[in-house]
């Protein structure tokens, strides 16, 4: 039986790049670092990153991801 309470990957991808400080230009970071970072498999990672980029939670720059506003007001609402 599945956990109600467990985060989906994207979700959890969200939280990982909050708490790594991933949250503008200067602190983005290179797929390698999220991997590392995560607890996601590569095609896990890429299917989260494609599901947050389309939601408009996460920005890529020559590369690099970081979050959005958006992306820092979901990770905020979770704490609240």
Do not use: C
């Not at 956990?3 to 390698?32: C, G």
């Not at 590569?42 to 990153?49: F, G, K, V």
């Amino acid at each position: 039986m599945r956990d109600i309470y467990e985060l989906t990957p994207s979700m959890r991808l969200l939280l990982t790049m909050h708490n790594i400080s991933a949250v503008s230009t200067d602190s983005a970071k290179k797929i390698d670092d999220l991997r590392s970072f995560s607890d996601l498999q590569n095609d896990e990672l890429r299917e989260a990153l494609r599901e947050l980029l389309s939601h408009g939670y996460v920005v890529e720059r020559d590369g690099t991801y970081y979050l959005s506003s958006l992306g820092i007001s979901v990770v905020r609402s979770v704490y609240t």
